[in-house]
Nanobody
Framework: QVQLVESGGGLVQPGGSLRLSCAAS????????MGWYRQTPGKQRELVAI???????TYADSVKGRFTISRDNAKNTVYLQMNSLKPEDTAVYYC???????????????WGQGTQVTVSS
């Protein structure tokens, strides 16, 4: 019943910007945490940024000062504004949401399909 749909990936030059979006649809009581992860070939998927329903944020050290995570609770959507992009930011970016569904005692994790971000001159 729950689905996450990502958008906004693409190809940009170093120093450029992209804005990723991830919208959750379905039936649920709430989404305590939404966030973004990324993965490159041969590496483990890593946390980029997370945000709680109350607006508290956590960032990976590698993106602090360059990326900004935000969410629109009315739209059940999380965003990732990526500025000053570097080639090392190239990866598949995945949206993740910890969702509390009706009748559940704890949250369940849902993943988006992933969107490619390529930073190259």
């Amino acid at each position: 019943q729950v689905q996450l749909v990502e958008s906004g990936g693409g190809l940009v030059q170093p120093g450029g910007s992209l804005r990723l979006s991830c919208a959750a649809s379905g039936t649920f009581r709430g989404i305590p945490i939404m966030g973004w992860y990324r993965q490159t070939p041969g590496k483990q998927r890593e946390l980029v940024a997370i945000i709680t329903s109350g607006g508290s944020t956590t960032y990976a050290d590698s993106v602090k000062g360059r990326f900004t995570i935000s969410r629109d609770n009315a739209k059940n959507t999380v965003y990732l504004q990526m500025n000053s992009l570097k080639p090392e930011d190239t990866a598949v970016y995945y949206c993740k949401a910890d969702i509390l569904t009706y009748g559940a005692f704890a949250v369940s994790s849902y993943w988006g399909q992933g969107t490619q971000v390529t930073v190259s001159s």
